[in-house]
């Protein structure tokens, strides 16, 4: 049996240094935003004899200087193209190109994101973030409201949300490296994403929860909690990480072999589930543990 509680304070030093150089690049150089927050010009075309790839329409385009362009096929012959700009004299130039490279291309329609949708959506998007986390936290102390000994049922739900606040900050953080030297944007895929991890590590948080509970009622007094808590940590340890690699194989599959359009989704989701996995197995449990010795000394 591997003494994991022992390591606690390595895996707290290692949190609290990667969480603050993730805080410190998002104030230094902040997420890089899409067309969905920043507001820009969709526009759809058809092409009437075989679909160019989209590294050739992005080089024809690239002496405009477009930002944020994001292309992808919608079927039917046809491909959205998505950049932020709200001025028709940049979209009559795209066009312009586009048909002296294909003759054929029709415009089938343009559609513009202003900047007030654009601010709606971010505010819904962190509303969405926040109602979660306060949804899970709720939910986790109802769940294990009969487990009062030696640690309240509320503080479950604390250290869980901790340990999610904790992957959700590093995800962001490293969004803010990406976004700053390669330029990768987010959007809304980027919090469904966040929301998407909140989901699995609380999952995977819940899993030793459970596992801690249930040791907890058939254990006698003498057993100190440190010692339950380190027993269901290694008694969910291999499922824990088995379930996790089928999912990171899977990712790294997708972000690999997938279309441009969710690679970044597939990678914001790699970072969020590692280190998922980490928190609930370091983090997550560890927390019970120290509040517990802290209510020891008081």
Known sequence: MFN??????????????????????????????????????????????GVPANQEIEENLKELGLSSLIIQPSGNDAMLLRYVSEDDATNQSVMKILEEKYPTV??????????????????KSLMAIFWAVVGIMAYIAFAF???????????????????????????????????????????????AALLTILGFSVHDTIVVYDRTRENLIR?????????????????????SINT??????????IHIFGGESIKDFSLALLVGVTFGTYSSIFIASALLVTIYNWQSKS
């Open 106 to 123: 029709v415009q089938q329609r343009v559609d513009f994101i202003n900047s007030s949708v654009s601010k709606e959506l971010k505010s």
């Open 219 to 239: 254990s006698s007094l003498k057993e100190k909690f440190p010692d339950i808590v380190n027993r269901s940590l290694n008694e969910t340890l291999v499922r």
């Open 145 to 191: 409201r009969k487990v009062s000994r030696p640690v309240e049922s509320w503080k479950y739900g604390a250290g869980a949300v901790i340990a999610l606040i904790h992957d959700v900050l590093i995800t962001v953080g490293v969004f803010a490296f990406l976004g700053h030297f390669y330029g990768i944007e987010v959007g809304i895929p980027f919090i």
């Open 4 to 49: 994991i509680i022992s390591k606690t304070k390595y895996a707290y030093a290692f949190s609290i240094i990667i969480t603050i150089v993730s805080i410190a690049s998002l104030l230094v150089w902040g997420l890089k935003f899409g067309i969905d927050f920043t507001g820009g010009t969709l526009m759809e075309v058809k092409f009437e004899q």
């Open 244 to 253: 996790s690699l089928t999912v990171i194989i899977t990712l790294l599959a």
